[in-house]
């Protein structure tokens, strides 16, 4: 059985940062990917970015510039900061691995950490 636990929400003020984190455990494929996404209030969940198990990145737009990505795979531990932020990025952020590339079939879940930005 894969777990994804989240943690390293908060709540923050305009231009604060955050560093959230997502470890995997569990049998997983060796060649996966891990993401990022976000659901705010009354939105449908969104992609923020990801990274595969050899360090590729995909980013949503509007992620670039404020927000990193990394990811220490002896430990299956994947990261986000998240720097400049702002109202917008309110939103409860879940992690997400899933075999790469993939086909179909199973992927896994966490269950989220809530981020707050005060304006």
């Known amino acids: 059985q894969v777990q994804l636990v989240e943690s390293g929400g908060g709540l923050v003020q305009v231009g604060e940062s955050l560093r959230l984190s997502c470890v995997a455990t569990?049998?997983?494929?060796?060649?996966?990917?891990m993401g990022w996404y976000r659901q705010a209030p009354g939105r449908q969940r969104e992609f923020v970015g990801s990274?595969?198990?050899?360090?590729?990145?995909t980013w949503r737009d509007d992620g670039k510039g404020r927000f990193s990505i990394s990811r220490d795979s002896d430990r299956n531990t994947m990261y986000l900061q998240m720097n400049n932020l702002e109202p917008r990025d309110t939103a409860v952020y879940y992690c997400?691995?899933?075999?790469?590339?993939?086909?179909?079939?199973?992927?896994?879940w966490g269950q989220g950490t809530q981020v707050t930005v005060s304006s």
């Open positions: 990274i595969t198990h050899d360090g590729r990145i």
């Open positions: 997400n691995i899933r075999p790469f590339p993939f086909t179909g079939g199973h992927d896994y």
């Open positions: 569990g049998s997983f494929s060796s060649s996966n990917v």
